[in-house]
């Protein structure tokens, strides 16, 4: 009698361990986390250096004259062509400036300041009309154009070495970021009969792209 508890008793035993086998043990589960969306990521800015436009202005665009942009073929090197040279490297002063540029040209009938991107005196970048938008800039050639303005008057000033440092960096960047060729990027007066921006940077211009810097 007590040989057939016991061998009872095995068979249960070994019937129970077999079904524990099976499963996976609580202390060995896999937690396995759903992979993160892209999507949900930050974009990575193509210019990190750039102020944005919370940095000199508050105002907003005339949504009504907006016209969105198509797609991006050309860059455009502008001067703003003040009067008197734009000089300052103080940043409080050039964001001043550039909100005033901006009043003037919406009182000109623009929705907005003219240009997408400015660099000023001191070489810094700044984020102005959003690119998903057409400038106000190169008159018929707008549709397709993203606008860069170098702050000041290139028929009376000379570039700095920032600046010049700059636009070399800078136009690079944007036109990686927009996948154009260094022959997609064009000065003003190379598509309408104007002086902008001035032959000082029309020269340099010339220059790096002759030595292919772009």
């Known amino acids: 009698m007590v040989h057939r508890v ?4 095995l068979l249960w035993l070994t019937a129970v361990m077999a079904l524990l086998s099976s499963c996976t043990p609580v202390q060995h589960a896999t937690i396995i986390e759903a992979p993160t969306s892209r999507s949900s990521q930050p ?3 193509f210019y990190p250096a750039m102020l944005p436009r919370s ?3 508050k105002g907003t665009p005339d949504a009504s004259r907006l ?3 198509p797609e991006v073929k050309r860059i455009v090197v502008c001067h703003s062509g003040d009067p008197r040279p734009f000089v300052t490297d103080d940043l409080a002063a050039t964001a001043q400036h550039l909100e005033y540029t901006r009043e003037y040209d919406r009182i000109r009938g623009c929705a907005d300041i003219r240009w997408h ?3 000023d005196h001191a070489g810094r970048v700044w984020e102005l009309r959003s690119p998903t938008m057409e400038p106000q800039a190169v008159r018929e050639n707008d549709a397709g154009t993203i606008a860069v303005v170098i702050m000041g008057n290139y028929n009376q000033q000379e570039l700095t ?3 010049k440092h700059t636009l070399i960096n800078f136009l690079h960047a944007l036109r990686l ?3 154009l060729p260094a022959t997609a990027i064009f000065t003003k007066q190379e598509l309408i009969p104007v002086e902008s921006p001035g032959h000082n940077a029309q020269a340099f211009l010339t220059q790096i792209r002759r030595e292919h810097r772009l």
Do not use: R, V
């Open 117 to 119: 991107y400015a660099i």
């Open 6 to 9: 016991t061998l009872a008793a």
């Open 67 to 69: 016209k969105p942009m």
């Open 161 to 163: 070495a920032a600046q």
């Open 55 to 57: 940095a000199w202005t």
């Open 43 to 45: 974009e990575t800015p």
């Open 177 to 179: 970021h927009h996948d």
